[in-house]
Protein backbone atom coordinates (compact mmCIF):
# COMPACT_ATOMS: atom_id res chain seq x y z
CA UNK A 1 0.00 0.00 0.00
CA UNK A 2 1.22 3.33 -0.91
CA UNK A 3 2.13 6.07 2.38
CA UNK A 4 -0.71 7.91 1.17
CA UNK A 5 -3.51 5.32 0.64
CA UNK A 6 -1.79 4.30 4.53
CA UNK A 7 -2.35 7.89 5.83
CA UNK A 8 -5.89 7.96 3.80
CA UNK A 9 -6.79 4.81 5.70
CA UNK A 10 -5.79 5.90 8.98
CA UNK A 11 -8.23 8.83 8.79
CA UNK A 12 -11.16 6.75 7.95
CA UNK A 13 -9.87 4.58 10.96
CA UNK A 14 -9.68 7.93 13.55
CA UNK A 15 -13.02 9.08 12.00
CA UNK A 16 -14.57 5.91 12.93
CA UNK A 17 -13.10 5.91 16.04
CA UNK A 18 -14.84 9.39 16.55
CA UNK A 19 -17.68 8.69 15.67
CA UNK A 20 -18.22 5.14 17.40
CA UNK A 21 -16.53 5.88 20.49
CA UNK A 22 -19.58 9.03 21.38
CA UNK A 23 -16.54 11.93 20.74
CA UNK A 24 -18.98 12.68 18.09
CA UNK A 25 -22.11 12.76 20.52
CA UNK A 26 -25.40 14.67 20.67
CA UNK A 27 -28.70 14.87 23.06
CA UNK A 28 -31.90 14.33 22.27
CA UNK A 29 -34.56 17.18 23.47
CA UNK A 30 -37.97 15.58 24.38
CA UNK A 31 -40.65 18.67 23.96
CA UNK A 32 -44.07 17.76 25.55
CA UNK A 33 -47.05 19.99 25.73
CA UNK A 34 -49.26 19.59 28.85
CA UNK A 35 -50.97 22.45 28.53
CA UNK A 36 -54.88 22.42 27.79
CA UNK A 37 -54.38 24.73 24.44
CA UNK A 38 -52.11 24.02 21.65
CA UNK A 39 -48.40 25.20 21.79
CA UNK A 40 -45.88 26.17 19.13
CA UNK A 41 -42.67 26.05 20.30
CA UNK A 42 -39.76 27.99 18.93
CA UNK A 43 -36.40 27.21 19.33
CA UNK A 44 -33.50 29.72 17.98
CA UNK A 45 -29.41 28.87 17.63
CA UNK A 46 -26.80 31.29 19.55
CA UNK A 47 -24.99 33.54 17.40
CA UNK A 48 -22.43 31.31 15.73
CA UNK A 49 -24.60 28.05 15.96
CA UNK A 50 -26.03 26.62 13.17
CA UNK A 51 -30.17 26.57 13.59
CA UNK A 52 -31.52 23.08 14.28
CA UNK A 53 -33.30 21.29 11.33
CA UNK A 54 -36.68 22.68 13.10
CA UNK A 55 -36.96 25.75 14.42
CA UNK A 56 -40.78 25.97 15.30
CA UNK A 57 -43.78 23.49 14.87
CA UNK A 58 -47.27 22.40 16.75
CA UNK A 59 -47.76 20.49 19.69
CA UNK A 60 -51.44 19.97 20.39
CA UNK A 61 -52.16 19.20 24.44
CA UNK A 62 -50.84 16.24 25.00
CA UNK A 63 -48.61 15.55 21.83
CA UNK A 64 -44.74 15.30 22.86
CA UNK A 65 -41.43 15.93 19.89
CA UNK A 66 -38.17 14.48 20.17
CA UNK A 67 -35.54 16.10 18.48
CA UNK A 68 -31.55 15.64 18.40
CA UNK A 69 -29.25 18.35 19.51
CA UNK A 70 -26.08 18.34 18.40
CA UNK A 71 -23.33 18.20 20.99
CA UNK A 72 -22.31 21.92 22.13
CA UNK A 73 -25.35 23.34 20.81
CA UNK A 74 -26.45 26.55 22.58
CA UNK A 75 -29.32 28.30 22.24
CA UNK A 76 -33.14 28.69 23.39
CA UNK A 77 -36.64 27.34 23.18
CA UNK A 78 -39.44 28.98 24.24
CA UNK A 79 -43.38 28.53 24.19
CA UNK A 80 -45.92 30.25 21.12
CA UNK A 81 -49.28 30.53 22.26
CA UNK A 82 -52.54 31.33 20.54
CA UNK A 83 -51.24 31.14 17.09
CA UNK A 84 -52.90 31.57 13.56
CA UNK A 85 -52.07 31.87 10.32
CA UNK A 86 -52.96 36.12 9.53
CA UNK A 87 -54.79 37.31 6.52
CA UNK A 88 -54.11 40.73 7.23
CA UNK A 89 -50.49 40.22 8.11
CA UNK A 90 -50.37 37.66 5.66
CA UNK A 91 -48.19 35.29 7.38
CA UNK A 92 -48.20 33.28 10.91
CA UNK A 93 -48.80 35.07 14.02
CA UNK A 94 -48.56 34.63 17.53
CA UNK A 95 -49.92 36.20 20.04
CA UNK A 96 -47.31 35.73 22.78
CA UNK A 97 -43.82 34.68 22.05
CA UNK A 98 -44.19 35.38 18.00
CA UNK A 99 -41.09 35.26 16.06
CA UNK A 100 -42.01 37.47 13.40
CA UNK A 101 -40.96 34.87 10.66
CA UNK A 102 -43.46 34.41 7.69
CA UNK A 103 -44.23 30.36 8.37
CA UNK A 104 -44.32 28.27 11.46
CA UNK A 105 -40.41 27.79 11.72
CA UNK A 106 -38.49 30.48 13.45
CA UNK A 107 -35.67 30.17 11.48
CA UNK A 108 -33.36 32.84 13.16
CA UNK A 109 -35.85 34.66 14.59
CA UNK A 110 -36.55 35.04 18.78
CA UNK A 111 -39.41 35.38 20.37
CA UNK A 112 -40.80 38.62 20.86
CA UNK A 113 -41.08 39.31 24.86
CA UNK A 114 -42.28 38.58 27.09
CA UNK A 115 -41.80 35.07 26.70
CA UNK A 116 -40.04 32.14 29.08
CA UNK A 117 -37.10 31.13 27.59
CA UNK A 118 -35.15 27.64 28.44
CA UNK A 119 -31.52 28.36 27.69
CA UNK A 120 -29.03 25.99 26.89
CA UNK A 121 -24.96 25.81 26.43
CA UNK A 122 -24.46 21.99 25.62
CA UNK A 123 -20.99 20.72 26.86
CA UNK A 124 -19.67 23.98 27.79
CA UNK A 125 -16.82 24.70 30.69
CA UNK A 126 -15.64 21.14 32.06
CA UNK A 127 -17.89 19.18 29.57
CA UNK A 128 -21.03 20.06 31.81
CA UNK A 129 -24.30 21.29 30.20
CA UNK A 130 -25.45 24.59 31.48
CA UNK A 131 -28.99 25.31 30.99
CA UNK A 132 -31.56 27.69 32.74
CA UNK A 133 -35.32 28.53 32.85
CA UNK A 134 -35.40 32.29 32.11
CA UNK A 135 -37.78 35.12 33.19
CA UNK A 136 -36.13 38.46 32.46
CA UNK A 137 -37.77 38.54 29.30
CA UNK A 138 -41.43 38.23 30.79
CA UNK A 139 -43.27 35.55 31.39
CA UNK A 140 -46.36 33.77 29.08
CA UNK A 141 -46.71 29.67 29.77
CA UNK A 142 -45.07 27.23 32.64
CA UNK A 143 -42.37 25.53 31.45
CA UNK A 144 -39.82 22.90 33.02
CA UNK A 145 -36.94 21.10 32.05
CA UNK A 146 -35.41 18.06 33.75
CA UNK A 147 -32.14 16.66 32.94
CA UNK A 148 -32.30 12.98 32.23
CA UNK A 149 -29.62 10.08 31.87
CA UNK A 150 -26.79 13.24 32.95
CA UNK A 151 -24.04 13.15 35.63
CA UNK A 152 -21.80 15.55 37.31
CA UNK A 153 -23.13 18.62 37.98
CA UNK A 154 -26.39 19.44 39.95
CA UNK A 155 -28.26 17.56 37.52
CA UNK A 156 -31.71 19.26 38.97
CA UNK A 157 -34.62 19.98 37.41
CA UNK A 158 -35.85 23.82 37.15
CA UNK A 159 -38.10 26.09 35.50
CA UNK A 160 -41.10 28.06 36.44
CA UNK A 161 -44.28 25.28 36.98
CA UNK A 162 -46.99 28.42 38.18
CA UNK A 163 -49.55 29.84 35.86
CA UNK A 164 -48.86 33.72 36.30
CA UNK A 165 -50.85 35.38 33.85
CA UNK A 166 -53.60 35.33 36.21
CA UNK A 167 -51.72 37.08 39.14
CA UNK A 168 -49.32 39.52 37.01
CA UNK A 169 -49.12 42.89 38.51
CA UNK A 170 -51.69 44.82 36.56
CA UNK A 171 -48.95 47.43 35.18
CA UNK A 172 -47.24 44.16 33.63
CA UNK A 173 -50.17 42.40 32.06
CA UNK A 174 -50.53 41.78 28.43
CA UNK A 175 -54.71 42.03 27.99
CA UNK A 176 -54.37 41.66 23.96
CA UNK A 177 -58.82 42.12 23.76
CA UNK A 178 -59.09 44.25 26.39
CA UNK A 179 -61.23 41.58 28.01
CA UNK A 180 -59.29 41.56 30.84
CA UNK A 181 -57.47 38.52 30.65
CA UNK A 182 -53.81 38.50 30.97
CA UNK A 183 -52.18 36.06 28.95
CA UNK A 184 -48.92 37.29 29.46
CA UNK A 185 -46.84 38.89 32.31
CA UNK A 186 -43.70 41.26 30.86
CA UNK A 187 -40.91 41.75 32.92
CA UNK A 188 -40.87 45.35 34.76
CA UNK A 189 -37.77 46.16 32.61
CA UNK A 190 -40.06 45.74 29.03
CA UNK A 191 -42.86 47.45 31.20
CA UNK A 192 -41.03 50.62 32.04
CA UNK A 193 -37.65 50.27 30.81
CA UNK A 194 -35.90 51.83 33.56
CA UNK A 195 -32.21 51.07 34.07
CA UNK A 196 -32.50 49.74 37.80
CA UNK A 197 -34.95 46.68 36.66
CA UNK A 198 -33.21 46.19 33.06
CA UNK A 199 -29.75 46.13 34.49
CA UNK A 200 -28.35 48.45 32.49
CA UNK A 201 -26.70 51.79 32.77
CA UNK A 202 -25.62 52.64 36.34
CA UNK A 203 -27.20 49.47 37.07
CA UNK A 204 -25.05 46.94 34.69
CA UNK A 205 -23.10 44.66 37.56
CA UNK A 206 -24.67 42.51 40.21
CA UNK A 207 -23.46 44.46 43.11
CA UNK A 208 -26.24 47.96 41.48
CA UNK A 209 -28.81 45.70 40.00
CA UNK A 210 -30.39 44.54 42.74
CA UNK A 211 -34.14 42.12 43.01
CA UNK A 212 -37.29 44.44 42.70
CA UNK A 213 -40.31 43.86 44.11
CA UNK A 214 -41.37 43.09 40.52
CA UNK A 215 -38.53 40.64 40.33
CA UNK A 216 -39.81 39.08 43.51
CA UNK A 217 -43.01 38.45 42.27
CA UNK A 218 -41.56 36.06 39.37
CA UNK A 219 -38.73 34.30 42.28
CA UNK A 220 -41.60 34.08 44.83
CA UNK A 221 -44.01 31.91 41.86
CA UNK A 222 -40.91 30.31 40.60
CA UNK A 223 -37.32 30.08 42.62
CA UNK A 224 -35.69 28.24 40.20
CA UNK A 225 -36.04 30.25 37.72
CA UNK A 226 -34.25 33.88 36.24
CA UNK A 227 -36.17 36.88 37.72
CA UNK A 228 -34.06 39.26 36.19
CA UNK A 229 -30.40 39.91 34.95
CA UNK A 230 -27.67 38.81 38.03
CA UNK A 231 -30.10 36.01 39.27
CA UNK A 232 -27.54 33.57 38.28
CA UNK A 233 -27.02 32.49 41.78
CA UNK A 234 -30.10 30.01 42.22
CA UNK A 235 -30.84 29.97 38.69
CA UNK A 236 -28.47 27.88 36.87
CA UNK A 237 -28.04 24.40 36.56
CA UNK A 238 -25.32 22.17 35.15
CA UNK A 239 -25.34 18.49 34.28
CA UNK A 240 -22.72 16.21 31.57
CA UNK A 241 -24.10 14.14 28.91
CA UNK A 242 -27.93 14.41 29.38
CA UNK A 243 -30.71 14.50 27.68
CA UNK A 244 -33.47 17.33 28.48
CA UNK A 245 -37.27 16.60 28.82
CA UNK A 246 -39.05 20.50 28.55
CA UNK A 247 -42.48 20.20 29.38
CA UNK A 248 -45.08 22.96 29.22
CA UNK A 249 -47.98 23.55 31.51
CA UNK A 250 -46.03 20.48 34.08
CA UNK A 251 -48.72 20.83 36.71
CA UNK A 252 -52.24 22.05 35.12
CA UNK A 253 -53.26 23.53 38.78
CA UNK A 254 -50.47 25.26 39.95
CA UNK A 255 -52.40 28.77 38.75
CA UNK A 256 -50.74 32.01 41.10
CA UNK A 257 -54.38 33.16 41.60
CA UNK A 258 -53.39 37.01 42.60
CA UNK A 259 -49.77 39.18 42.86
CA UNK A 260 -49.33 38.85 46.89
CA UNK A 261 -50.11 35.30 47.22
CA UNK A 262 -48.26 32.67 48.74
CA UNK A 263 -45.93 30.65 46.19
CA UNK A 264 -47.45 27.49 44.86
CA UNK A 265 -46.71 24.67 46.67
CA UNK A 266 -45.39 22.95 43.50
CA UNK A 267 -42.48 20.71 44.55
CA UNK A 268 -40.20 20.14 42.42
CA UNK A 269 -40.63 16.31 41.76
CA UNK A 270 -41.66 15.65 38.15
CA UNK A 271 -45.65 15.28 37.43
CA UNK A 272 -46.66 12.13 37.04
CA UNK A 273 -47.07 12.37 33.53
CA UNK A 274 -43.72 13.41 32.85
CA UNK A 275 -41.94 10.48 34.73
CA UNK A 276 -44.22 8.25 32.46
CA UNK A 277 -42.66 9.70 29.90
CA UNK A 278 -39.43 9.59 31.24
CA UNK A 279 -39.32 6.19 31.72
CA UNK A 280 -40.87 5.00 28.10
CA UNK A 281 -37.83 7.12 26.93
CA UNK A 282 -35.44 6.25 28.83
CA UNK A 283 -34.15 3.03 26.13
CA UNK A 284 -33.21 6.69 23.68
CA UNK A 285 -29.71 6.64 24.95
CA UNK A 286 -27.11 8.68 23.82
CA UNK A 287 -24.78 7.24 21.35
CA UNK A 288 -22.33 7.32 23.75
CA UNK A 289 -23.75 4.40 25.87
CA UNK A 290 -25.18 2.51 23.06
CA UNK A 291 -24.05 -1.22 22.81
CA UNK A 292 -22.55 -1.35 19.61
CA UNK A 293 -19.59 1.18 21.04
CA UNK A 294 -17.61 -2.36 21.97
CA UNK A 295 -17.62 -3.97 18.93
CA UNK A 296 -17.18 -0.99 17.03
CA UNK A 297 -13.86 -0.15 19.26
CA UNK A 298 -12.58 -3.61 18.27
CA UNK A 299 -13.01 -3.30 15.04
CA UNK A 300 -11.50 -0.10 15.00
CA UNK A 301 -8.37 -1.77 16.92
CA UNK A 302 -8.32 -4.60 14.55
CA UNK A 303 -8.01 -2.63 11.36
CA UNK A 304 -4.90 -0.06 13.19
CA UNK A 305 -3.12 -3.79 13.43
CA UNK A 306 -3.64 -4.19 9.98
CA UNK A 307 -2.09 -1.32 9.32
CA UNK A 308 0.94 -1.34 11.29
CA UNK A 309 1.51 -4.52 9.61
CA UNK A 310 2.10 -3.58 6.02
C1 LIG B 1 -54.34 39.77 12.19
O1 LIG B 1 -53.45 40.84 12.42
C2 LIG B 1 -54.12 42.08 12.63
C3 LIG B 1 -53.06 43.16 12.67
O2 LIG B 1 -51.96 42.80 13.47
C4 LIG B 1 -54.93 41.98 13.90
O3 LIG B 1 -55.57 43.20 14.17
C5 LIG B 1 -55.96 40.88 13.74
O4 LIG B 1 -56.66 40.70 14.94
C6 LIG B 1 -55.30 39.56 13.35
N1 LIG B 1 -56.30 38.62 12.99
C7 LIG B 1 -56.40 37.40 13.55
C8 LIG B 1 -57.45 36.50 13.03
O5 LIG B 1 -55.65 37.05 14.45
C1 LIG C 1 -25.22 24.14 39.83
O1 LIG C 1 -23.85 23.81 39.69
C2 LIG C 1 -23.04 24.82 39.12
C3 LIG C 1 -21.62 24.30 39.03
O2 LIG C 1 -21.55 23.13 38.28
C4 LIG C 1 -23.09 26.07 39.98
O3 LIG C 1 -22.35 27.10 39.37
C5 LIG C 1 -24.54 26.51 40.12
O4 LIG C 1 -24.63 27.62 40.98
C6 LIG C 1 -25.39 25.39 40.67
N1 LIG C 1 -26.77 25.82 40.64
C7 LIG C 1 -27.53 25.91 41.74
C8 LIG C 1 -28.89 26.43 41.55
O5 LIG C 1 -27.11 25.57 42.83
C1 LIG D 1 -44.78 16.39 45.40
O1 LIG D 1 -45.91 16.50 44.57
C2 LIG D 1 -46.53 15.26 44.31
C3 LIG D 1 -47.63 15.49 43.30
O2 LIG D 1 -48.21 16.76 43.44
C4 LIG D 1 -47.05 14.67 45.63
O3 LIG D 1 -47.68 13.43 45.41
C5 LIG D 1 -45.88 14.47 46.56
O4 LIG D 1 -46.30 14.00 47.82
C6 LIG D 1 -45.12 15.78 46.74
N1 LIG D 1 -43.89 15.55 47.48
C7 LIG D 1 -43.48 16.34 48.45
C8 LIG D 1 -42.19 15.99 49.08
O5 LIG D 1 -44.12 17.33 48.78
C1 LIG E 1 -36.08 -1.06 27.15
O1 LIG E 1 -35.31 -2.10 26.58
C2 LIG E 1 -35.43 -3.34 27.26
C3 LIG E 1 -34.48 -4.34 26.63
O2 LIG E 1 -33.68 -3.78 25.68
C4 LIG E 1 -36.87 -3.82 27.19
O3 LIG E 1 -37.03 -5.05 27.90
C5 LIG E 1 -37.77 -2.77 27.83
O4 LIG E 1 -39.13 -3.15 27.68
C6 LIG E 1 -37.55 -1.43 27.16
N1 LIG E 1 -38.30 -0.43 27.89
C7 LIG E 1 -39.14 0.39 27.29
C8 LIG E 1 -39.84 1.34 28.19
O5 LIG E 1 -39.31 0.41 26.07
Not at 7 to 19: D, G, I, Q
Not at 216 to 242: L, M, N, R, V, W
Not at 271 to 286: D, H
Request: glycine letters at 10%; proline letters at 7%.
Amino acid sequence: MSEAGGVASLLVLFFHVLVFSGVVDSATFTILNQCAYTVWPGILSNAGTPQLPTTGFALQPGQSNAISVPASWSGRLWGRTLCAQNATEGRFVCVTGDCGSPTVECSGSGAVPPATLAEFTLDGANGLDFYDVSLVDGYNLPMWVVPRGGKGGNCTATGCAADLNAGCPKELQVDTDGGGASVACKSACEAFGDPQYCCSGAYSTPATCKPSGYSEFFKQACPTAYSYAYDDGTSIFTCASADYVITFCPSPSSSVKAAGDPAPTSNSSAPAALIALQTSASNRTRLRSRPFVAPMALAAVWQLLQLLSI
